[in-house]
């Protein structure tokens, strides 16, 4: 999926790591079935921790945003992680007999704990773009996943996992996030971004970004 220029140039940089993330067994075995539900609860689990966190660079990304059309964009990224990613965590938990409140209480592991404080690093230490930059790989990363197994011949045993990512409105904001770093970056580097260092280091917390990522789906031994 070409969400935006600045993504598609940063993904086709780091073309490995990027597709150890995004095809990764963990996420193959999403898609036809056989990952075991373990597993998956165990992923949720984190992933609701890691959300809560994620939620909190968005809202960040809200303060070192320059203009109001960056604002609202990261505030409907905020709403879909609490309302929606973070609600999909807690009905799937529940339903498999953990409450809420064990939810609360889970542990955080540290490649979690890594990942979390990488991104929310790069916001209080850095820019708008920094922050761009370690997000974009969750976000635009699970738009891509979601796409290309919904349109697989998919199991059903994670078929909600799946159809929420694969399904309109999630697609809807990926592309929204897409045109948000695009805009970003052409309003505080110009039209020749590639050449300059400062687009080298995005690239640089981007691939990382991605490697944490990939490392989030080998917390659960499959």
Same mark, same amino acid.
């Given at each position: 999926?070409?969400?935006?220029?600045?993504?598609?140039?940063?993904?086709?940089?780091?073309?490995?790591?990027?597709?150890?993330?995004?095809?990764?067994?963990?996420?193959?075995?999403?898609?036809?079935?056989?990952?075991p539900k373990s597993a998956? %609860?165990?992923y949720l689990r984190q992933?609701?921790?890691?959300?809560?966190?994620?939620?909190?660079?968005?809202?960040?990304?809200?303060?070192?945003?320059?203009?109001?059309?960056?604002?609202?964009?990261?505030?409907?990224?905020?709403?879909?992680?609490?309302?929606?990613?973070?609600?999909?965590?807690?009905?799937?938990?529940?339903?498999?007999?953990?409450?809420?409140?064990?939810?609360?209480?889970?542990?955080?592991?540290?490649?979690?704990?890594? *990942?979390?404080?990488?991104?929310?690093?790069?916001?209080?230490?850095?820019?708008?773009?920094?922050?761009?930059?370690?997000?974009?790989?969750?976000?635009?990363?699970?738009?891509?996943?979601?796409?290309?197994?919904?349109?697989?011949?998919?199991? $059903?045993?994670?078929?909600?996992?799946?159809?929420? *990512?694969?399904?309109?409105? *999630?697609?809807?904001l990926c592309v929204e996030?897409?045109?948000?770093?695009?805009?970003?970056? %052409?309003?505080?580097?110009?039209?020749? *971004?590639? $050449?300059?260092?400062?687009?080298?280091?995005?690239?640089?917390?981007?691939?990382?970004?991605?490697?944490?990522?990939?490392?989030?789906?080998?917390?659960?031994?499959?």
């Amino acid at each position: 999926m070409n969400y935006s220029d600045v993504f598609s140039t940063w993904r086709d940089l780091h073309k490995t790591e990027w597709t150890s993330y995004t095809r990764h067994p963990f996420v193959e075995r999403i898609g036809d079935g056989t990952l075991p539900k373990s597993a998956f %609860l165990n992923y949720l689990r984190q992933d609701y921790i890691f959300l809560k966190h994620f939620s909190r660079a968005w809202g960040l990304a809200i303060a070192k945003s320059s203009n109001i059309t960056e604002m609202h964009t990261c505030s409907k990224v905020v709403h879909a992680l609490l309302d929606e990613e973070i609600k999909l965590h807690i009905e799937f938990c529940n339903s498999e007999g953990i409450s809420t409140n064990e939810l609360e209480k889970t542990n955080e592991m540290h490649q979690n704990l890594a *990942y979390t404080r990488f991104v929310l690093d790069a916001g209080f230490s850095g820019d708008f773009l920094d922050l761009m930059a370690a997000l974009a790989p969750c976000v635009l990363g699970y738009g891509e996943i979601g796409k290309r197994l919904g349109a697989s011949q998919y199991s $059903s045993v994670y078929e909600k996992w799946i159809t929420t *990512y694969a399904g309109k409105d *999630y697609q809807s904001l990926c592309v929204e996030v897409g045109t948000l770093i695009d805009n970003a970056v %052409l309003t505080r580097l110009g039209g020749n *971004y590639t $050449s300059l260092g400062k687009f080298r280091d995005l690239s640089q917390k981007f691939k990382i970004a991605t490697l944490l990522e990939k490392n989030f789906w080998e917390m659960t031994n499959i």
